[in-house]
């Protein structure tokens, strides 16, 4: 599988709006995928997932009603609508897939990851 790759990131007010992509394979192996975010010295912590084979989406509760996760097949991209951002949003938030079933919420669910790309919310 290809490493995904992710842009999108930058810095914004709070109250902003960004939209996170990500290029990921196009094998028919991947039954998840996810963003993730993490702060320096904190666990990464679970953000959304999507199954590409139903279409169904999970959230975190912390960002359920201001985030969509999405993907369109047809140039395998990922992306992460972010909306009504808190500067506690502000993270490197990471892309990855995953060929197994497991809790959505563990990283270790996922086995590729993007290098990852900044979002800061300032107040």
């Known amino acids: 599988q290809v490493q995904p790759v992710e842009s999108g990131g930058g810095s914004v007010q709070a109250g902003g709006s960004l939209r996170l992509s990500c290029r990921v394979s196009?094998?028919?192996?991947?039954?998840?995928m996810a963003w993730f975010r993490q702060v320096d010295g904190k666990e990464r912590e679970g953000v959304a997932t999507?199954?590409?084979?139903?279409?169904?989406?999970v959230y975190a509760d912390s960002v359920k009603d201001r985030f969509t996760i999405s993907r369109d097949n047809t140039d395998n991209q990922l992306y992460l609508q972010m909306r009504n951002l808190k500067p506690e949003d502000t993270a490197m938030y990471y892309c990855?897939?995953?060929?197994?079933?497991?809790?959505?919420?563990?990283?270790?669910?996922?086995?590729?990851w993007g290098q990852g790309t900044q979002v800061t919310v300032s107040s």
């Open positions: 990855a897939t995953g060929s197994m079933y497991g809790t959505w919420y563990r990283k270790e669910s996922y086995n590729n």
């Open positions: 196009a094998s028919d192996n991947i039954v998840s």
């Open positions: 999507i199954f590409p084979r139903s279409g169904n989406t």
